[in-house]
């Protein structure tokens, strides 16, 4: 199985947009928060047809038509802050903050821990547990709009640069 990885869309919707087209082929999609403006769950559920999980990050503000535009769309799950589910046998731990996401990877009850807010793309094991920051769709802090892609069968995360 494979699983797209997003994080902090600040209301990009070209880069949104590119990355999708670039994940239509994987199984699932994670968006570890700060979608921003309602509109980008019409971005999402319309540019992605299979199952999509989203936490919240800092700046989604108006969570409310949020969740009422996610009601739109079958596929789309709002999990609130956090959320833990297994994948294809792969136990993952989804949240938006950094420092609780690299503490969560340090307990080793997750094979897999993503999360978001600094925009800084990252990869790091700790023990069994892969910790990953997909970086920013926005591009606007790094100059780089990046996502990952996480094979449940190898294990493995393969960062991408939206071009």
């Known amino acids: ?29 994670i968006c ?13 559920g319309k540019g992605f047809a299979n199952e999509t999980h989203i936490v919240f990050g800092n700046n989604d503000g108006d969570t409310f038509r949020i969740a009422m535009k996610a009601r739109d769309y079958e596929q789309i799950t709002l999990h609130g802050e956090y959320f833990e589910r297994i994948f294809d046998g792969k136990k993952f731990a989804v949240n938006h903050f950094d420092n ?16 978001g807010h600094n925009h800084q793309f990252e990869i790091t094991e700790v023990d069994e547990t892969l910790s990953i920051n ?30």
């Open 32 to 44: 570890c928060g700060d979608l921003c403006s309602p509109f980008i769950v019409d971005e999402l």
């Open 134 to 163: 997909p970086g920013e769709i926005m591009g606007g802090l790094t100059g780089t709009s990046t996502f990952v892609i996480y094979d449940t069968e190898q294990h493995e995360a393969i960062y991408f640069v939206v071009e």
């Open 100 to 115: 609780i996401g690299r503490a969560l990877a340090k307990s080793s009850e997750f094979d897999v821990v993503c999360f």
């Open 1 to 29: 199985m494979q699983i797209g990885i997003i994080a902090d869309i600040h209301d990009r919707i070209d880069n949104l947009r590119k990355a999708l087209r670039m994940l239509e082929n994987v199984d699932a999609l």
